[in-house]
Every structure is written in C-alpha cells, then in structure tokens.
C-alpha cells in the first residue's frame, strides 16, 4: 500500500520484545503498553523493568512523531503524553533514590512515598505503592 512502517524494539522494558510501530510519514507511533496517559502504572509493574521503560521512552521520544497511539484508557494522544510517562519513571527512581540517601529504611520507602506532581494521575492512591515497591527493587536487590 505504499507505506512504510518501522518496526522498533529498544531492548527490555515492558517484557523482552516490546515493539514500537511507527509510521513515519503519518508522524504516527504505537507503543502498546508503554504509556497510559496520565496514569501511574498498573500494579506491580509485572515484567516491567522501571529503569529500563524509562531509557527506552527516552529512545521513543528520539523518533520523529506528533501522534501516539495506546492500549488503555484512550486510543491515541499527543506526543508529550510520552515524555509524561518518562518523567512520571524519573521522579519516581529518582525520589526513591533520595529517600535511601536520606537514610529512610528500604522497607517504609513505599507506603511513605508521595509523588504529589502526579496525585491527579490514574490510580495513584491504589497503584503508587506498587510502582514504588518494583522500582526500589531495582536500588535494593538488583531487579
């Protein structure tokens, strides 16, 4: 049909094979699961690998696109719900971070941890903990 469609796999992040779609004459991304616009995210984080969706969000923000296309919540956004999603990683990590620094014990970091630039977000009050809990992994026990 005359369009080209490029397939884009940054390494692990959601799994080991998330794939990207991007179209790149319509400026036109799908990220799967990647991004759910405005909502922390879901649970546990499953096979998410935090530090790892937040570089390769950072390898999706490189591309060329206006439009991106989702799995949940709403079918497609504008490009900075992507570098939302980035950001929302980021300052989680990075809080987490600075709360072991701090001295704060490993253990109370996630049901102690605020985040109040995203307390409008989808399921924060629910979700947040878990995120954080998957994300101190990372810092505690290497995974």
Do not use: C
């Amino acid at each position: 049909g005359g369009k080209t469609l490029e397939l884009h796999q940054f390494g692990p992040s959601h799994g080991e094979g998330m794939t990207v779609f991007y179209l790149p004459d319509e400026k036109i991304i799908f990220d799967g699961d990647l991004v759910t616009p405005k909502t922390v995210g879901f649970g546990i984080l499953g096979d998410f690998v935090p530090s790892e969706w937040e570089r390769t969000l950072s390898e999706v923000e490189k591309l060329d696109f206006e439009i991106a296309m989702y799995s949940h919540k709403k079918p497609f956004g504008p490009a900075y719900e992507v570098t939302e999603q980035r950001e929302y990683l980021k300052d989680l990590r990075e809080e987490i971070s600075r709360m072991i620094k701090d001295g704060v014990p490993p253990i109370t970091i996630p049901s102690t941890i605020e985040l109040p630039k995203y307390q409008d977000w989808g399921a924060y009050d629910q979700w947040l903990e878990m995120n954080a809990w998957r994300a101190l992994f990372e810092f505690w026990i290497g995974w």
